[in-house]
C-alpha cells in the first residue's frame, strides 16, 4: 500500500482534475446552471435569490462575476467561470480537509470515503449548496480532531467556514449542532484555553449553531411551498442513484463488519465482499448498453442529496469517535489503529473512489454531447422550436431533459439573437422563468464557439 502522502496527493490530483475538466466540458449549463448563466448574464450581478443559502451562492459566483467587470461578453466563457466556481468551493473545503489529515491513515480514508459516497455521486448538476454544506462539514471535523492544542490560526479558520455556514444550506439544521458540539468537545479537551484562540472557537460554533436557526426559519417560511414538498417527498428516492446506491453498500458492508467482527479488519476478508459492489460500480456504465433505467442517470444524482447528508453526519460521527477518548471502548478502531489494518481501511477508501470514476466519466462524456445536440438544434432553427419536433425528444437525451429548463439552456447556447428557442414539451404547466415566444433579452452576451 503506498504511503499515506501519496495517497493524498493522488487524491487531490484526481478531484481536482475532474473539476476543472467538468468545468470546462460541461461549460456550467447545467440544470440550474443554464438559468443561474442567465440571469447573472442578464442583471450583471449576482443572482442572489435564496437569503438562507446566500453566502454560498455568493462565493461560487465570484469568479463569473470577475469576467462580467473584466468585460467579458462572450457567454461561453462565463459560462465555464460559472461553473468553475461552483466545483472550486467544495473542491478547495474537501482539499484542504485530505491536507490535514494526510499523516493519519484511517482519518485519510474517512475524508476519501466522503468524497467518493457523497460528492462524486451527487453534485453532477453542481448548482447545490449542499456540496459546500458537507464539505464544510467534513473539513471541520478534520480540523478539530487533529488539532493538538487551540490555536488562533485553527479559530481563524473554524471562524471563516463557521460564518459561510450561516447561510448555506438547511442540512446545518443537524450538522450545524453537530459541529458546535465537536467545537465544545475540543475547548473542553484543550490543555490550555488562550483567550483570542478559545473565543474563535467560540464563535465558529456561534456560526455553526445561526445556520441551525437560518435553517430553521427557511423550512418554517420556505422560498417555495411547491420545492420544500418536492424535496421532501424526493428524499425517499435516494434508491434512484445507483452510484451512491453501490458506493454506499460497499461502504456499509465494512462498517458492519467491523462492528460485528472487528479483528477481521486485519484481513481482507470484509472487503472482498464489498467489492463486489464497487466491481459493478466500475462497471456501470456498461448498463447503458440496455434499453433500461437501471444505469448511472445525471438527473438521480439530485434525489440522492438528502440521504448524502445523513451519510456525511455519520461520517463526522466516526471522525470524532475516532479522535476521542471513545476510540479505546470501540473494538473495531483499536483494530484500525493496527498499522496494517489501518492501511487496508485506507486502501479500500482509495478503491471506491477509483470505481465511481468511470460512471462519473461516462455522465460527463453523456452531458457534452446533450448539450452538443441542443446547440445545434437552436442555431439550425428560428423561432420557438417544438420539443417533440426535436433530436432532444429521442432516446437518450430524454433521460437529461428538464422541461423547465429547456428555455434558459437554449437562450444561453444562441450565437446570436435571430437563433430558437426549445419549448417545453406539451401538457407542461409548471414554472419557467420565461414564456419560449418571449425570452429575456441580453444585449451583448452570446455564446462564442
Request: aromatic share 12%.
Amino acid at each position: 500500500m503506498p504511503s499515506t502522502k501519496i495517497v493524498y496527493r493522488t487524491t487531490v490530483c484526481l478531484i481536482w482534475g475532474l473539476a476543472l475538466w467538468h468545468s470546462w466540458e460541461c461549460r456550467g449549463l447545467f440544470v440550474d446552471g443554464s438559468a443561474f448563466l442567465v440571469q447573472i448574464a442578464r442583471r450583471e450581478w449576482f443572482f442572489d435569490f435564496y437569503g438562507p443559502r446566500l453566502y454560498a451562492m455568493v462565493v461560487t459566483q465570484v469568479p463569473i462575476i470577475t469576467g462580467l467587470f473584466l468585460g467579458v461578453t462572450d457567454l461561453h466563457l462565463l459560462a465555464r467561470l460559472l461553473s468553475l466556481g461552483l466545483f472550486a468551493l467544495p473542491t478547495a473545503l474537501y482539499h484542504l480537509a485530505l491536507l490535514r489529515v494526510k499523516d493519519d491513515a484511517v482519518l485519510l480514508a474517512a475524508v476519501i470515503a466522503a468524497i467518493a459516497v457523497v460528492f462524486m455521486t451527487t453534485s453532477f448538476f453542481i448548482v447545490g449548496e449542499y456540496n459546500t454544506a458537507y464539505a464544510i462539514a467534513v473539513l471541520a471535523a478534520a480540523r478539530l480532531v487533529t488539532a493538538q492544542r487551540l490555536t488562533v490560526v485553527d479559530g481563524l479558520f473554524l471562524a471563516v467556514i463557521g460564518l459561510l455556514a450561516v447561510r448555506t444550506y438547511e442540512a446545518m439544521l443537524y450538522l450545524g449542532p453537530l459541529l458546535a458540539a465537536m467545537i465544545v468537545w475540543a475547548l473542553w479537551r484543550a490543555p490550555s484555553r488562550p483567550w483570542l484562540a478559545s473565543g474563535l472557537h467560540l464563535l465558529s460554533a456561534a456560526g455553526f449553531l445561526a445556520g441551525m436557526v437560518v435553517a430553521i426559519g427557511s423550512l418554517r417560511r420556505p422560498y417555495s411551498e411547491e420545492h420544500l414538498d418536492e424535496t421532501l417527498q424526493t428524499a425517499a428516492n435516494f434508491w434512484q442513484n445507483l452510484q451512491f446506491d453501490l458506493a454506499l453498500l460497499a461502504a456499509l458492508v465494512v462498517v458492519v463488519w467491523a462492528l460485528v467482527r472487528p479483528r477481521d479488519l486485519l484481513t481482507v476478508r470484509p472487503y472482498r465482499w464489498a467489492m463486489l459492489g464497487l466491481a459493478i460500480l466500475a462497471l456501470s456504465p456498461l448498463m447503458a448498453l440496455s434499453d433500461t433505467l437501471v444505469r448511472p442517470l445525471a438527473k438521480s444524482q439530485y434525489v440522492a442529496r438528502t440521504a448524502a447528508g445523513l451519510v456525511v453526519a455519520a461520517i463526522v460521527v466516526f471522525i470524532w469517535v475516532y479522535g476521542s477518548r471513545l476510540r479505546d471502548k470501540v473494538p473495531a478502531l483499536l483494530v484500525l489503529g493496527n498499522p496494517p489494518a489501518a492501511r487496508r481501511f485506507l486502501g479500500f477508501a482509495v478503491v471506491m473512489l477509483a470505481a465511481v470514476l468511470p460512471s462519473d466519466i461516462y455522465l460527463t462524456q453523456n452531458w457534452i454531447s446533450y448539450l452538443d445536440v441542443m446547440r445545434s438544434t437552436v442555431r439550425d432553427r428560428d423561432g420557438v422550436i417544438a420539443f417533440e419536433t426535436s433530436p432532444l425528444a429521442r432516446h437518450p437525451y430524454d433521460l437529461l431533459v428538464e422541461a423547465w429548463i429547456l428555455p434558459s439552456q437554449s437562450l444561453a447556447l444562441r450565437a446570436r439573437r435571430g437563433d430558437g428557442i426549445v419549448a417545453p414539451p406539451k401538457g407542461f404547466n409548471s414554472w419557467q422563468p420565461f414564456p419560449p415566444d418571449d425570452p429575456y433579452p441580453l444585449g451583448p452576451f452570446i455564446w462564442r464557439d
